[in-house]
């Protein structure tokens, strides 16, 4: 929940920015949003749900622990998450909308945080290189180790490799 009184300058899609301007807008984020809260699903709920379903409960729960309840959320994409007030969906809206890059920004340092926390205890998958994103070389070392822990067992190449073991 951005504070009108207090604009950010450099907000825009994560997608489209450095890993240090997401670095140094998550800070300035966090020290002026009214309010803001990070949230996810687990590998578990991911599996059982699908992805696009884990997604919007990730989103009820951030929702859930802001200090109050707002009045509209805004949500980038067509898909909208049950929620105890009204919620508008904005397609590209990371790229349109303060507050939806924000959110953006916020989740994709958060994400990339605990990939490099995983990196230490999985450091053969090279999780801190690409994060989880199915690069190549987390192909490759899907491969040559085998899914782990956190694999998702519904994505298709961690099925595949399961299979055909």
């Known amino acids: 929940m951005l504070n009108p009184a207090h604009a950010i300058d450099g907000l825009a899609d994560s997608k489209q920015l450095s890993e240090k301007q997401r670095d140094s807008l998550t800070s300035e984020i966090k020290r ?46 067509k898909q909208s998450p049950r929620l105890p007030c009204a919620v508008q969906t904005i397609v590209n809206g990371d790229q349109l909308i303060p507050a939806i890059s924000a959110a953006s920004i916020l989740a994709k340092t958060a994400r990339d945080a605990e990939m ?9 998958y090279g999780f801190n290189r690409h994060k989880g994103y199915p690069t190549k070389a987390h192909f490759t070392a899907l491969q040559q180790h085998g899914p782990c822990a956190i694999h998702r067992q519904s994505f298709a190449p961690v099925k595949n490799i399961i299979r055909k073991k």
Request: no cysteine.
């Open 32 to 77: 002026h949003a009214l309010a803001w809260a990070i949230a996810s699903a687990t590998v578990e709920e991911i599996d059982r749900l699908n992805i696009l379903q884990a997604s919007l409960l990730a989103m009820q729960r951030a929702v859930a622990s802001l200090p109050h309840v707002p009045t509209l959320v805004l949500v980038d994409g």
């Open 116 to 124: 490099l926390r995983l990196h230490d205890i999985y450091p053969q």
